[in-house]
């Protein structure tokens, strides 16, 4: 029986997860295979980290459950730039140097902080 090519499945665009998002990911796989009875040093295996960090994972699990291992929101200083003024920011700059008047196309901190002034003011 032939099977149907796979260019009929219209493809999705997913954005690859940030380094916090698969660190949360992993915590909380590693809280399914706590749940499973798995012990400390199969769950390290598994999820690909270190088993001290899995001991920290169980405690702190134990004592405030999956939702203590999620992410919290950044601390800090509020971000300067909102959603919008970050992509318009991103955009310009993958136009590249050149195309804001700089010799070279070579972004340096002073050149994108220079063209991140212009695009937001």
Known sequence: MPSEPLSCVPEVSVP??????????RRMRAVE???QGRSQAEVARMVGSHPESVWRWKRVWEQGGAQALRR???????PR???????????????????HGFEADLWTLERAGVVA?????
């Open 72 to 78: 919290r929101p950044a601390r800090g200083r509020p």
């Open 81 to 99: 730039l909102d959603d919008l003024q970050v992509g318009q920011v991103r955009a310009a700059l993958e136009r590249g140097a050149q195309a």
């Open 117 to 121: 002034e212009r695009v937001t003011g």
């Open 33 to 35: 295979l706590f749940e």
């Open 16 to 25: 690859p997860l940030t380094r916090p998002q698969l660190t949360e990911a």
